[in-house]
């Protein structure tokens, strides 16, 4: 059974920073794509930010520039650095897992951010 534990959510006031981190564990293999994705209140759920096995990423406009990601491919870990955070980033982020493997997309239980003004 696959596992994505996802951690570092909580309450920020404007400005601050949160690293959010993702551990996949269990029958998972051939991992291409981990990041992360939020969903805010009515709205769609969006990407954040990805990266590819081989390095590559692709941040949001959103938080380019104030957003790292960062992986670990022998662990299966991805990690999501804040800064400068602002209330529209309030949201629930959502670790994400896509395989070459079926079934291909998984989806983390989702951590609550709040950013407060």
């Known amino acids: 059974q696959v596992h994505l534990v996802e951690s570092g959510g909580g309450l920020v006031q404007a400005g601050g920073s949160l690293r959010l981190s993702c551990a996949a564990s269990?029958?998972?293999?051939?991992?291409?794509?981990m990041g992360w994705y939020r969903q805010a209140p009515g709205k769609q759920r969006e990407l954040v930010a990805i990266?590819?096995?081989?390095?590559?990423?692709n941040y949001a406009d959103s938080v380019k520039g104030r957003s790292t990601i960062s992986r670990d491919n022998a662990k299966n870990t991805v990690s999501l650095q804040m800064n400068s955070l602002k209330p529209e980033d309030t949201a629930v982020y959502y670790c994400?897992?896509?395989?070459?493997?079926?079934?291909?997309?998984?989806w983390g239980q989702g951590t609550q951010v709040t950013v407060s003004s």
């Open positions: 994400y897992v896509y395989t070459i493997t079926a079934p291909r997309v998984y």
């Open positions: 269990g029958s998972i293999f051939s991992v291409n794509v």
């Open positions: 990266m590819h096995s081989g390095g590559s990423t």
